[in-house]
T-cell receptor, first 112, second 111 residues
Framework: SQKIEQNSEALNIQEGKTATLTCNYT??????LQWYRQDPGRGPVFLLLIRENEKEKRKERLKVTFDTTLKQSLFHITASQPADSATYLCALALSNDYKLSFGAGTTVTVRA | GAGVSQSPSNKVTEKGKDVELRCDPISGHTALYWYRQSLGQGLEFLIY????????KSGLPSDRFSAERTGGSVSTLTIQRTQQEDSAVYLC?????????FGPGTRLTVT
């Protein structure tokens, strides 16, 4: 069966450090992968999209990599800030359809 | 501009009752999605509307769940004969392409 796994443990880091989140998948051949941020009591907010033929994408302090051989995406938050504390969700699309399958998310807490 | 709105924000219902959840997508967005999120879990896909095409209902967990989208805009998710396991946050999203814009969700509690 198809499966998406994110860091099972919550991530606690010191302000200024880099947070690295992992998204692994099995039995998928995604056309693209997205990362969303979700704050408590709110809907997810889109952050980045990376396509299957792209290795890396950057947006401000965020960086995403996509390795279709390893079936893995890494999400990095550099120079982290307490305002980055949230749950981060990985989502895959199987084709150029817009329907997404989501991972369970990783909760990041940045300590001042 | 206005984002995706959902109503009600909270709904408490008794087991066995029917409920309707409403989603107002962003104007002009052709795609609309419903997801369910249980406590501490990721988003579970329920149904997807794209323009005038037949909806993708492959995520609906049982025939007690149905949804419609009127005039390519507002959508209603209906759950008949609610069960306690239906308790969750129901999220709606809309999009024009890949980036999905989510509403705040409806928290459904079945007692």
């Amino acid at each position: 069966s198809q499966k998406i796994e994110q860091n099972s443990e919550a991530l606690n880091i010191q302000e200024g450090k880099t947070a690295t989140l992992t998204c692994n998948y099995t039995n998928y051949s995604p056309a693209y992968l997205q990362w969303y941020r979700q704050d408590p009591g709110r809907g997810p907010v889109f952050l980045l999209l990376i396509r299957e033929n792209e290795k890396e994408k950057r947006k401000e302090r965020l960086k995403v990599t996509f390795d279709t051989t390893l079936k893995q995406s890494l999400f990095h938050i550099t120079a982290s800030q307490p305002a980055d504390s949230a749950t981060y969700l990985c989502a895959l699309a199987l084709s150029n359809d817009y329907k997404l399958s989501f991972g369970a998310g990783t909760t990041v807490t940045v300590r001042a | 501009g206005a984002g995706v709105s959902q109503s009600p924000s909270n709904k408490v219902t008794e087991k066995g009752k029917d409920v309707e959840l409403r989603c107002d997508p962003i104007s002009g967005h052709t795609a609309l999605y419903w997801y369910r999120q249980s406590l501490g879990q990721g988003l579970e896909f329920l149904i997807y509307f794209q323009g005038n095409s037949a909806p993708d209902k492959s995520g609906l967990p049982s025939d007690r769940f149905s949804a419609e989208r009127t005039g390519g805009s507002v959508s209603t998710l209906t759950i008949q004969r609610t069960q306690q396991e239906d308790s969750a946050v129901y999220l709606c999203a809309s999009s024009t392409e890949y980036e999905q814009y989510f509403g705040p969700g409806t928290r459904l509690t079945v007692t």
